[in-house]
């Protein structure tokens, strides 16, 4: 194991890269007295949400527990697509064809969507559409993409590439996997940036944006005869009466709101970045500046800064939760497996952040007791939360009828709560164990 003193930059922060550039931000403005829309979660999908609704003259606060910009939205890789994760997992098997279809047009055009919106707005995001590879850890998975990669191609249209090991340099400076797939339509923005522009457009749209104002508790009022349904929200730093409220808190959901946490298990993931790279190193590790993953259950996942000096990792490094240091420690390692070259480059930033899983690996958009939800990113909410932000304010406010294919079904379980405590070590673990039993498969063919 390298010394600390050599692996952690003398600036080392166990913080995301991104709040360089965007730190959150502290709005402590006074709560208003009432508004048409309260919207508790200030990510990209809650920001979106506001954008919409303050755009149709609703007047809209927006509610953080903590700092503007500080949850998972801004801790996340910051990697973008058009429905290839839904066609990749298992989240379309019991689905009707009808509704298949439907989800995968939606997710489609949550891509759409984000890019629309930060071209139409002028959004600082640094929004780049490189593709993506899909990496395979073992000759039997590299079939198995073969096999996604053509339904990738019948489901959404998108242009695949089967990229032979012989061939995949090209993509990728390693030779840690048996080839894979590239996918063209991904793409990647700078997390912290797209959410503060974000944020900033709210605002311009008259949105109020409250930090340090954790929902406490919900409760339905009586209102006027013209409004007979309002809420009242409960905060850390008082109370402010709402015709609508949307909960959209993705993997910090807590536990006062029993419904919704019952139903998004969160789920830690670990990223690092390095100091910036020697010249000419990136181009031999990621020449098309490319997001990466991998077909492992615990897979990696990486790709360059958006400026493109540093290389940011991530993956679960262990079964349980661990610090950002000691984190940083393992990933550091697992890096050097893909990409031996970065023995002598040192980390800067580790953080962590949680994603929302539920349990039929599907977001969820609707209403329960009156009040609106989004929840659900499932390890893939750029585009999607802040597509579905815009979608279910819409629905919200009567401007559509119909919320859409993530409206449909039930909203299940997820596993929640205090099975939480044993969930996602178990669900760790088992995918530890595939893991180096493949791991041993590649071993013998080397």
Known sequence: MRPDSLLFHEDFRSAPYWWDAAPPETARAPLPDSVDVAIIGSGYCGLSAATEAAAHGARVAVLDAGEIGGGGSTRSGGMISSGQKLALTNAIQGVSPDRLV???????????????????????????????????????????????????????GVTVHVIERDAQRAMIGSDYYYGGILVDEYGGLHTAKYHRALRELATRRGATLHSHAAAEHVERIAGNAADSTRFRVHTARGALDAQHV?????????????FFARRVLPVASY????????????????????????????????????????????????????????????????????WPALRDVRITHAWKGYVAMTGDKLAHIGAHDGIHYALGCNGNGVALMSYLGHRVARKMLGVDRDAGAFSEGAFPLSGAGIASQLAVPLGSALYQLDDLWRGRVRAALS
């Not at 995001?125 to 191609?153: C, K, M, V």
């Not at 949307?246 to 029993?258: C, F, H, K, R, W």
């Not at 259950?297 to 400026?307: K, M, Q, V, W």
Request: hydrophobic share 35%; proline share 7%.
């Open 102 to 156: 439907r989800l995968m047009h939606e997710s489609m055009a949550s891509f759409e969507y984000l890019k629309r919106i930060v071209a139409d707005e002028s959004l600082d995001a640094d929004l780049q559409i490189t593709g993506r590879f899909f990496g395979a850890y073992t000759p039997s998975h590299f079939e198995q993409l073969r096999r996604q990669g053509q339904l990738l191609r019948d489901k959404t």
């Open 246 to 258: 949307l909960v959209a808190t993705n993997g910090y959901t807590g536990p006062l709101m029993p």
């Open 271 to 338: 990223q690092i970045a390095t100091e910036p790279l020697p010249e000419g190193l990136m181009h031999a590790l990621n020449p098309g500046r490319r997001m990466i993953s991998d077909s492992k259950r615990n897979l990696f996942y990486t790709r360059p800064s958006p400026d493109g000096t540093r290389m940011i990792f991530g993956s679960r490094p262990a079964i349980r939760e661990l610090s950002e240091r000691d984190a940083a420690r393992l990933l550091y390692g697992k890096m050097l497996q893909l």
